[in-house]
């Protein structure tokens, strides 16, 4: 989380809601086995890392 820590003041507030949501529903897909690592070959660590670094360089002023 110290990455969105960095990022946090300069992301607006729509991208904000879409890390928000996005991890949440991550979370959720691993807490009920259905981000199982053979499947999608990833895990929740990654994709959460994965979202934020996509919305830091879209949400860019």
């Given at each position: 989380m110290e990455l969105?820590?960095?990022w946090r003041?300069?992301?607006r507030k729509p991208y904000r809601a879409l890390l928000l949501t996005g991890a949440h529903g991550i979370a959720g897909w691993?807490?009920?086995g259905h981000l199982g690592?053979?499947?999608w070959r990833t895990s929740?660590?990654?994709l959460v890392g994965t979202?934020?670094?996509m919305v830091t360089a879209?949400?860019?002023p």
């Open positions: 969105l820590a960095k003041p300069r992301i691993e807490h009920s690592a053979d499947e929740a660590d990654e979202l934020i670094r879209e949400s860019r």
